[in-house]
């Protein structure tokens, strides 16, 4: 079989073909010694047009990077790097995309086993590296000599299970690990053999026994029932056949931000409000039934009202993986509501004034909120309000954590179904914000990312791939010159340790940064600045810088809430008086 | 024993005192919502003058912070961080904590076992998350009602044996994970009834048998040894009785940069050229006997030639981690240098010519090195050099994994000993360094970095600090735009992809980086302009951009390894002959 540079060039390209062969088209490379062949093979393929190969030195920001791309296109995405610490930094996105069932294929180069626990430099214990975290670890054969044939029909196999694995409900990441020896030249000009193709998969569809859907007739058919639409979660694409399934049943949608059903017909977004006045509504808002679909809500409100509701709540649970700690469901089907839904078109709807009781309802707290919501001095809901009215058609908003989410949650409404609303929703860290939403600016257009300063400064290196890469994004950085989302905790009323440990104030020069990255950038104070930049669909990076101040965030949650609670009064004595 | 908050107030207080009177005097505290008691309990404890705390709200960058204050007192650091990917981000630096054996007790928040599992943001599996990264992981019970006792006693049992395990040798990370519920908020004028003290503990030296004392006696007594010193580990101070040792028996030592050894009169410091040229050498260098202390070298020829050496070694594993990937060890002591070597202070020492034969061969290639580094245009061996040169006394440099830690290996030839070196040499990232170098900053004085620009970038959120905290870092940034180590492994020779894959030119603007945290910045091309402004001591953040032609490493490294082998044969002819 030749030498060992043939060897090792055999081997590794065997393994990038399963790879590509089992639906890996775009990877994330960063760049060490112990990846050399994988790093020159990967090259070569780009080069072939085989795959997307994208570069990123800061191995944090480059599985966000990666996160971002499998997210926006829906793909499982490969990440390569060196032995050692490198690979540890990709942690916090592989616990995010365990989180919210992403399909990621890690790929860690290591030193052979003969290097092992022996003080070699960069030597970890990688096959134990990311615990629990993944949803499996294969130690690939180091390439050896031999005629080799077993050991790439091996690899063949494990490729094609952990890829399967990565994208099988619920999806998430997988871990190959690679063992390689010096020297780690491959040659690039060797005709290679490669696999040629996987193991052919017959699909399958879950249908409804009759039982089941007996049962679901009767548990919903002429019911008065509620649709709780979570986030989007595991790739899955419902929101059209929930949107019409809420038509049918002239059921309202009470929708969040992530679900993408907001701008359809029977989708209210202002649950959050609406459930925290729950307890001045009169008796006819209470739902028969309840659906719940998608992961965890984003509003609390909703969360606690679902722990307290008193109708049955039968949960489309598409993950299999009993997310729900409002502990609320009382019936459970492992399926997605699109499997499901479209099996129960011939249900008979509920009375006609019970949707339109709800939207009446919602419509009212909207405009509550329009009122109360202050864009003189511009302030942070007033800030969502204005992104959430002034996207293109088409856009893709990109939230970070902490206040951006909870803000939209409240303030997207929109007119349209065609704006896609996306979150690292699921460890819902504040790392790695910017680096994903380039990834998802890799795939779509008309990108925004919405994020506060404190995000902002974590993922700071991430955003050195829109200048290698030229990619589009205009980010909204909320500048409160801290964490403004513990202001609206118990700890602010602790005022000789709040600023110390949790107001964090960074004082950043926004246009430093902007500076060192070769972004346009500008510093506004008012909504319609804000509105002209984001209906200008500014190409390359774009920083807007939006100053708000911190200490008004408790005040304005107060206000907002107190707005809808006492015009609300008014609303229900005039309808349902 | 009253309500919620003063039951949550008692027992972390408790758990706060236990950490203190263990040893813990220096905190790292990220802000997130789930530490809220801890960390408005340390801020109080910080108040009353009872542990310095330090606020970093990038949690990889705060744990690497924390890793460079324990690296430089000797002293084991709390971090302490909220729950989900933020104790995901502490991965990095725990790994090098564990290679380099450095004290960290990890104090992560958690959810209560009541919200594990069912989709509960922020959530992940904390328990499992470090794996084999720690030497001991502890589940603190969550403050319930009841009387506590039980609970108090048995988290100071625990907090004792948790600080312990980290600071025994071998020292390293520990995991301490406190499950919270809300409310929680701590009552800060809570008067606590704190555990008293700690249980007192009876020290042990170790004394060798007569019998081993015999046996060291014959292997050593008269013999032509070497002593081959790698970097200090585990907070061990051994170079003055190493330093001692070699006096007495007239043995030369061969010096990481990381040993603390140079400077020391016997301590040589051109171990990787002399043992590159080693088959030039003749007979007469022969050693009878080796003593290898220290972790594992920085030099890979020093290590090659272990592999292959012809006399016994005796490894003192003062760690007790079987270090030795050149496989060399023939006997091993589990012990310090500085406990084992004043036993023997009664041995004869090697003819005197020994160490003279030494001292004279590497004097000959330290001048070599010294006309064959060029200043004129400055390249990578010539700012190494320059900083080696012009360092003050008690001046503390840090230096970064890749290339600046190789060239400070051939360079560094101080000759005072009051100059320290350090380096992340465990697992060698490249991550992780201006925050280690900072910490290392908040102890020391005379602080510098030396680093290339992809590792200054790769931790650019690391910088803060220092501006935070008014630190005094002149950082030497060496610009090569890209990864320059990559140019002297065989990869340089793949022209079509080498740029792409490996160069990976950041194209980075240092002076906004610098605007960014209010540094002093300056760019210098020539010896001089760096000289003056080391000497300068600047205070505060001051960045020095080197800029250094990466293309040239391979030829620097090839031109220096020449000008040794040529030069050596004619003094080798001259005084061997």
């Known amino acids: 079989m030749g030498n060992i540079q043939t060897i090792l060039t055999n081997r590794v390209s065997g393994l990038l073909a399963s790879l590509r062969h089992s639906g890996i088209k775009q990877v994330v490379l960063s760049p060490g010694s112990r990846s050399t062949p994988v790093a020159i093979l990967l090259g070569k393929m780009q080069d072939e047009g085989q ?70 430099p960069q030597t970890l214990d990688q096959p134990k590296m990311y615990s629990t975290a993944v949803k499996g670890f294969y130690q690939l054969p180091s390439p050896s000599a031999g005629d080799g044939n077993a050991e790439l029909a091996y690899t063949d196999y494990i490729v094609q299970k952990a890829v399967d694995q990565a994208c099988q409900h619920p999806c998430g990441p997988v871990h190959l690990n690679l063992p390689l020896r010096k020297p780690l030249m491959p040659d690039v000009d060797q005709v290679v053999s490669l696999p040629e193709q996987n193991i052919f998969q017959t699909k399958l569809t879950p249908v409804l026994t009759s039982a089941a859907k007996q049962h679901l007739t009767r548990l919903f058919a002429g019911k008065k029932g509620l649709i709780i639409a979570g986030p989007v979660q595991d790739g899955h694409q419902n929101a059209a056949e929930i949107a019409e399934f809420a038509e049918q049943m002239n059921w309202p949608i009470l929708a969040d931000p992530l679900s993408g059903l907001r701008g359809y017909s029977h989708a209210l977004s202002t649950g959050d409000q609406l459930f925290k006045a729950w307890d001045k509504l009169p008796t006819d808002f209470q739902p028969e039934v309840i659906v719940r679909t998608g992961a965890t809500l984003v509003s609390a409100s909703m969360i606690n009202w679902l722990a307290n509701k008193s109708a049955p709540v039968i949960y489309l649970d598409e993950d299999c993986s009993w997310k729900d700690h409002s502990l609320s469901t009382t019936e459970r089907i492992a399926a997605a509501p699109a499997q499901i839904l479209p099996q129960l078109s011939d249900l008979k709807p509920a009375v006609s004034q019970w949707f339109e009781r709800w939207r009446k309802l919602s419509r009212t707290i909207r405009k509550i909120l329009e009122t109360a919501t202050s864009f003189h001095p511009l302030n942070e809901p007033g800030v969502a309000s204005v992104i959430s009215k002034n996207l293109p058609a088409d856009a893709t908003l990109f939230v970070s954590n902490s206040m951006p989410i909870r803000d939209i949650d409240v303030q997207f409404d929109p007119q349209i179904t065609s704006t896609q609303v996306l979150c690292n929703r699921g460890a819902d860290g504040i790392d790695g914000v910017n680096s994903t939403a380039l990834g998802v600016a890799s795939q779509l257009q008309n990108n925004y990312l919405y994020i506060g300063d404190l995000a902002f400064f974590h993922d700071l290196t991430g955003l050195m791939m829109a200048r290698k890469y030229d990619l589009d994004l205009t980010v909204i950085v909320q500048n409160n010159d801290g964490g403004g989302i513990f202001s609206i905790l118990p700890q602010y009323q602790e005022k000789t340790q709040f600023e110390k440990v949790f107001g964090t104030p960074l004082d950043l020069k926004i246009s430093a940064i902007a500076d060192m990255y070769d972004a346009k950038y500008c510093k506004i104070t008012t909504a319609g600045e804000l509105a002209d930049i984001i209906r200008q669909q500014p190409h390359g990076l774009t920083i807007v810088e939006v100053v708000v101040p911190r200490q008004a965030v408790p005040e304005q949650q107060d206000h907002l809430k107190a707005a809808v609670a006492d015009r609300l009064q008014e609303f229900l004595d005039e309808n349902h008086g």
């Open 51 to 120: 795959i997307k190969l994208y570069i990123d030195v800061d191995e944090r920001s480059a599985a966000f990077f990666g996160l971002g791309i499998a997210k926006a296109s829906g793909q499982p995405v490969l990440l390569v790097c060196t032995s050692g610490t490198a690979a540890a930094n990709y942690y916090p996105a592989i616990w995010e995309a365990d989180s919210t069932n992403v399909p990621l294929v890690v790929l860690t180069t290591d030193r052979p086993p003969e290097l092992q626990e022996i003080g070699t």
